[in-house]
């Protein structure tokens, strides 16, 4: 009976740290993608119009690697940076593409 209680005590223990560890695992990956930092706080008032209304237009950036506006999408699942398009579609850059 002394082997099966410490046998029980060494299993709950073992699930009490791995209950632990993916508890830690799941919040470390509750970080917001993009941020708020970067954003541009008046955006132009063309790129307002074309856009398409769906998208969230406060937190808006243009990345330098492509030129194009990014806005902020927060989903279920995570919050990512996605690229900034008009009712139809199109990506909206601050450049034409080459």
Known sequence: ???????????????????????????????EAGGGAG??????????EIADPRQDLSSVRVLPEDGCYWYRHVGVVETTLLPLRTADGRTICTQPKT
């Open 39 to 48: 954003a541009i706080a008046n955006l132009p008032e063309n790129v307002v």
């Open 1 to 31: 009976m002394q082997i099966a209680n410490n046998h029980l005590a060494d299993t709950k223990m073992k699930f009490k740290l791995c209950m632990s560890v993916v508890t830690a695992l799941v919040l470390s990956a509750c970080t």
